[in-house]
């Protein structure tokens, strides 16, 4: 059989035991002590290093945060002014598109227009001659009448841009 001891099981509950006391008397001599002293002041002096260092690292992460925080700044800035430029430049693609899609419906109802003047004008019906004498020319005289306007259109927009000229022609209200 085993032993079973019949001691609770909380160590405040046991019963008081028989101390014994025993002294130990220990001295140290002076070169003890100052080796003792020495590594008390090398610890001292290592944990003042660590502090100083742990003040450099607490400055360096504090500046860290700022720069930190003033480079969100600046990428929001940046963001905000991307965001402008995109939607000034949707603005204007939306405006030029438009005006070119008017552009080509004022064409295409200037052509229409020309073929119900020539219709009417019931050149079918003309001798084969004529219209062989004049039809060579029809194309000429329109690629003619073209080029004079996209040049005019092109020299206007040139005299508008001239700050000179505009100065010469502006209407000064006194």
């Known amino acids: 059989e085993r032993h079973r001891s019949h001691k609770p099981a909380c160590p405040l509950q046991w019963p008081p035991r028989q101390h014994q006391t025993t002294m130990i008397s220990h001295t140290l001599d002076r070169g003890q002590v100052e080796q003792v002293l020495g590594q008390v002041e090398a610890v001292t002096r290592a ?79 003309a001798p084969r001659q004529i219209q062989r004498e004049f039809g060579p020319l029809v194309v000429p005289v329109a690629v003619v009448v073209l080029v004079v306007t996209v040049s005019n259109c092109i020299f206007g927009f040139l005299l508008a841009g001239d700050e000179a000229l505009a100065e010469l022609f502006s209407m000064n209200i006194l």
């Open 47 to 125: 944990v003042r290093g660590i502090e100083a260092k742990a003040g450099k690292a607490h400055t360096y992460f504090t500046v860290i945060q700022g720069q930190r925080e003033e480079l969100a700044r600046q990428a929001e800035t940046a963001t905000s002014i991307i965001d402008r430029i995109s939607d000034m430049l949707n603005r204007r693609s939306d405006n030029a598109l438009n005006f070119l899609v008017d552009s080509l419906d004022t064409v295409a109802n200037l052509v229409e227009h020309l073929e119900m003047t020539i219709y009417d004008l019931h050149l079918q019906a």
